[in-house]
Each structure stands twice: as structure tokens, then as C-alpha cells.
């Protein structure tokens, strides 16, 4: 009897899973005895590692040809998990966990990693319109197969964005959690952890966009009656994607501030998932601009409005925060400077010595108006993220889950004095002042932690012309979340499929940035993202190997060549299911 692709990767993890293509007529003798041994889970296992002084005691390596897994005229045979786990015995020592001891582990993850605890777990980003815009779970069998072969690579869990605007698209205080409830129970059943990111912004117009979701209707149809709600620029150009935050306590939607919009959205989507908070989800990010990033919308995409390595251009324009401006140029006891933004800090496309407010010999930034704008530029969008993280406390605090905020990594032009795109995006950080540790002190405050993106670059793949130092800066918010006390979790910015991208995340992560480091690393790292070239065969097989490596964690006694045994003969075993689930998320 041939197995489909569901069954065939249940067998693989030796856990069953609950298809929905399954009938009653497809029951019978046979299948009945197959299902018998997919139920038979294998136990919690851990690698024991050998120490340096046993090395002579190791076996060679099996040669993958003596698989009785890949041996016969049939390729995968329907005994695949009792061959599975027969063929993985030739190769590791296994150790059984207890279940006093899987219990107690369960329990320290829910309180936080401990110093004991080593590796850092991966979760993997889930498609931006895994939910469609009918509030129904998109492509359901091959989330399902595809769920299933992560859960099998050893893969932490998920992240997921939920959509403020599908889930109450059309009324106020109106919630559809549909699709998002099919996909949160198909993770529970799948053993996988989810990281739940409140998505309070547009998706579309960003770097990786591949779909539109705008904001709700109710709320656009505020923005059109009132066009200051939106970010704007010295032009006079709007951004729609993220609400702005000069009227974050304004009643300015239907009767109701954007704050307590947000703050409403986290109890209903507590409120209904309550079950599975602390279990299944365990992590709550909290959207606060664009692409969901605690940030001002300084360098957009779309239209072609800017391109990489621009300068960008500050967004503080509306009626709202220009009003602000005023209000604090006057308790300054300079009313003068409240009128306007800098108006010689160029176009989005420039590069710093271009203008006069960025250039490093006499430029703006360095007077005295320009330390008072840039003071109040970045202070608001730290009260922005102040607001909505005691909101998010409030609402999940003592349910088992932790909050977290992402931090973009704008790392070009970082080599530069002023740091102008770092400036712009609200960031007050340049070569004199680090801008960094007030944001990680401010998520001190609510026990967040602070999520950042471009773990995976190197300086010197980047223009060097522009002066673009990731590495450097993945530096800076290391110490600074070290010295705010605060634990740091880590994305890559861009996809990348290549085994050089995934030595510089495993390096990023372990946080070896001075003598002092110990054995910190980082608390979690999330993939970018779940999509069918990751289940392309070569890229399959690097991403096993790096999840392996990220749970191992820095420990000298680690041997690096084990791992990647036993990554390449889990890849020979579940290659072709994974081929079709690729094909599958295709269609």
C-alpha cells in the first residue's frame, strides 16, 4: 500500500498525524496494522556527546548504502518509523529521558531559560498569508505535511503573524479568528511552540512582502477623513502601513485610540486562545510599526519611494506630531525650533555627506536644535513602545508566556559619524551616543525581549562604500542588552539558504562578544522563512544540520562532526517527503 505524504512523514517523526484527507474507506487490515506502528512514538531522546578522551572508542561511520531504508525496488517501505528507528541505532547512543526529568525540563522552559540549559531553540517563520483574506487557513494539507517534517528536524516551533487587519477587518471589537485557530490547534498537535506577533500594520511595501493585508476597514476608512493619521513626510507623503504615533492617545478611531485598539485585539486574542497560552504559545510579539518593527517607516519600498542604502527621511510631518514638536520646543524655551523638522537633512535616496544636516563636519545633528529634535524624534517612539508594552504585560502577565519586541537592524551607513538611516527610523544612535541601550532599558521595564534582525549578514558582503557594518552592530545591542539585563533573540533579515549565512548565525548567537560572555547565548532564533525552496534538497539538507547544530549550543565538548552525521542521514530518510511537501506548498 503506498503511503501519502502525510503518513509518510508521521511515520518518519513516529507520531500519527490527524489528516483531514483521511475517510473511513480508506481503513482496512492493512492500514490498520501500519497505523499500529505509526502510533508508537519514539521517546524523548538526547545525543550523547563523546568526550575528547573517548574518541578511540568511536565506531566509523555506517555507510548510508546499508540503510535498510534506502535499500529495495519499493524506495520508502510502509515499516518506515520501525527501519527508521533502526537504522538511527547504528549511529548514536540514545539515552532515555525519565519522565520526572521531561516534566521538569517542560517546566524551566516555561520560566525561562536557564544558565544550566544550552543551545538555542529555531523557530521558523511562517508564510505571511498562511491565513487568507476569508479567515480560512491557506494550502491546509501542505501546512500540515510541512509542519509535521520541521517538528521532525528538530524545529522549536513557529511564528506566526496574526492580522489586525483580517481578524477584525470589518467592525470594531468584531474578531474572526478563523483560519488562526485551525493553524494554532495544527501546531499543538504537531508538538511545535508558537511565537504569536500582534501584526498591527500593512502588509505589503516592505522588504519580503509577497502578499497585501491592509489595515481594517474601519480604520482606513478613519485614515481617509482624517489623513493625518498617517505618517507623512517633509513632501507631504503618506504612509499607510502602520498608524502614526503622534495620536497613539487620541480618540481617533471610531471612538477609541490606537493604543486602546491594540490593547483590545491582545485580550480578545488571550480570551480565545487561552487554552493553549503557555503550552503551545508561548511567545507574544508585539507589533509596533512597520513590518512590525518598534520604528518609524523611514525607508518604504513601495513605489520605489527609497532603495537601498538611502538615508531615508524623517516622519514626523502630521498634525499630530508636529504638535508635539511644538509642545516640546516651547517647554525647551525654544518655540522657534517647533515649527518643522529638519529641513536640509535631504531626500531618501541620499547619502549622508550629501546633506547638510547628516555630513560629519559641522553637520546639524550635532547642534544644539539638531540634539534637541533628534532627542524628541526618538523619545516618542520609545513613550510609543512604553505604552503598548504595559498594555501587553497587563494583559499576559502570569500566563506562561514571554513578550518580546523587534528592532530592525539597519546596518548601513552604521561607519559613518551619524548614523543617518539609524537616525531617521527613530533610532538615536551615532558614533558619540549609543541609541540602543535607552530602547533595551525601556524593554527592561516589562520583562520584553529584544528581537533583532540581520543576525545572518557579514560586513563584507554588504557595499562597503556605504559604510555597512552588520556585524558591528549586532554587536552594539548584544552588549546593550547584556549591560540592561535583558535576553536577546535573533532573526535573519533576508533569506538565505547557504551554509556561510547559517556559521555567521551560529556565531551571532552565541554571543561570544568579549571574555565576559560565558556561556550567554541568545534565547531563541527565528528562520526566515517557511516557503518550498527550504524544501529544496540541498537547502533541506544545510537547514537540518544548522537547526542541529543551534540546539547543541556552544559547549567544548560538542563534536561538530556527529552532528552533521546524523543531519545527513536524517535528510537520505525524509528527502522525498520532503520534496513533496515543496511541491505541495506550490500549488
Not at 503511503?3 to 512523514?9: H, K, L, P, V, Y
Not at 520541521?150 to 503573524?161: H, I, N, P, R, Y
Request: glycine share 8%; aromatic share 10%; net charge negative.
Amino acid at each position: 500500500m503506498a503511503m501519502n505524504i502525510t503518513f509518510q512523514i508521521g511515520a518518519l517523526a513516529g507520531t500519527p498525524i490527524q489528516a483531514e484527507s483521511i475517510t473511513s474507506a480508506s481503513t482496512g487490515s492493512d492500514s490498520s496494522a501500519a497505523a499500529a506502528a505509526w502510533k508508537t512514538p519514539i521517546p524523548s531522546i538526547r545525543c550523547k556527546i563523546i568526550k575528547p578522551e573517548m574518541l578511540e572508542q568511536k565506531s566509523q561511520p555506517t555507510s548510508p548504502c546499508r540503510s535498510p531504508i534506502l535499500s529495495g525496488n519499493n524506495g520508502i517501505r510502509p515499516d518506515l518509523s520501525v527501519a527508521c528507528r533502526a537504522f538511527a541505532t547504528e549511529t548514536l547512543e540514545f539515552m532515555t529521558l525519565d519522565e520526572s526529568k521531561a516534566a521538569e525540563e517542560e517546566k524551566m522552559y516555561k520560566e525561562g531559560k536557564t544558565e544550566k540549559e544550552k543551545g538555542v531553540p529555531v523557530y521558523v517563520m511562517m508564510p505571511l498569508d498562511s491565513v487568507t483574506m476569508g479567515n480560512t487557513l491557506n494550502r491546509k494539507k501542505a501546512m500540515n505535511a510541512s509542519l509535521q517534517a520541521l517538528k521532525s528536524a528538530g524545529v522549536e516551533g513557529l511564528m506566526v503573524d496574526v492580522w489586525w487587519g483580517l481578524v477584525e477587518r470589518d467592525a470594531p471589537g468584531v474578531y474572526n479568528w478563523g483560519g488562526y485557530t485551525e493553524l494554532l490547534e495544527m501546531a499543538k498537535r504537531h508538538g511545535l511552540k508558537v511565537q504569536a506577533v500582534m501584526s498591527f500594520h500593512q502588509c505589503g511595501g516592505n522588504v519580503g512582502d509577497s502578499c497585501t493585508i491592509p489595515l481594517p476597514k474601519w480604520a482606513v476608512e478613519e485614515i481617509d477623513k482624517d489623513q493625518d493619521l498617517a505618517y507623512t513626510d517633509q513632501w507631504g507623503r503618506r504612509n499607510y502601513e502602520y498608524i502614526s504615533l503622534g495620536c497613539d492617545t487620541l480618540p481617533v478611531l471610531k471612538g477609541r485610540t490606537p493604543v486602546q485598539c491594540y490593547s483590545d485585539f491582545m485580550r480578545a486574542f488571550r480570551d480565545n486562545f487561552k487554552h493553549l497560552l503557555g503550552d503551545t504559545i508561548v511567545e507574544i510579539q508585539v507589533g509596533m510599526g512597520p513590518a512590525g518593527e518598534l520604528r518609524y517607516p523611514s525607508y518604504p519600498e513601495q513605489n520605489g519611494t527609497w532603495r537601498f542604502p538611502g538615508i531615508g527621511a524623517f516622519q514626523c510631518y502630521d498634525k499630530y506630531m508636529l504638535s508635539s514638536l511644538k509642545a516640546a520646543a516651547e517647554a525647551a524655551g525654544k518655540p522657534e525650533w517647533g515649527s518643522t523638522g529638519p529641513t536640509d537633512a535631504g531626500e531618501y535616496n541620499n547619502w549622508p555627506e550629501d546633506t547638510q544636516f547628516f555630513r560629519k563636519e559641522g553637520g546639524g545633528w550635532t547642534s544644539p536644535y539638531g540634539e534637541f529634535f533628534l532627542t524628541w524624534y526618538s523619545q516618542m517612539l520609545l513613550d510609543h513602545g512604553e505604552r503598548i508594552l504595559s498594555s501587553a504585560k497587563a494583559t499576559f502577565e502570569n500566563i506562561g508566556v514571554k513578550i518580546s519586541v523587534k528592532i530592525a537592524g539597519i546596518h548601513w551607513h552604521y561607519g559613518t559619524r551619524s548614523h543617518a538611516p539609524e537616525l531617521t527610523a527613530g533610532y538615536y544612535n551615532t558614533r558619540f551616543r549609543d541609541g540602543y541601550l535607552p530602547i533595551a532599558r525601556m524593554l527592561a521595564r516589562h520583562g520584553a525581549i529584544f528581537n533583532f534582525t540581520c543576525i545572518e549578514m557579514r560586513d563584507h558582503e554588504q557595499p562597503q562604500d556605504a559604510l555597512c557594518a552588520p556585524e558591528k552592530l549586532v554587536r552594539q545591542v548584544a552588549l546593550a542588552t547584556r549591560e540592561a539585563g535583558i535576553p536577546l533573540a535573533g532573526e535573519n533579515a533576508l533569506p538565505r539558504y547557504d551554509e556561510y549565512a547559517h556559521e555567521q548565525i551560529l556565531q551571532a548567537s552565541s554571543l561570544n562578544i568579549d571574555e565576559s560572555s560565558d556561556d550567554k547565548e541568545m534565547c531563541a532564533f527565528t528562520y526566515l522563512r517557511m516557503n518550498p525552496h527550504l524544501f529544496q534538497p540541498d537547502n533541506w539538507r544545510r537547514f537540518v544540520a544548522f537547526v542541529k547544530k543551534m540546539k547543541e549550543g556552544k559547549s567544548a565538548d560538542r563534536c561538530w562532526e556527529e552532528v552533521e552525521r546524523e543531519a545527513e542521514h536524517f535528510v537520505h530518510v525524509s528527502q522525498p517527503l520532503v520534496q513533496e511537501a515543496a511541491v505541495a506548498l506550490m500549488h
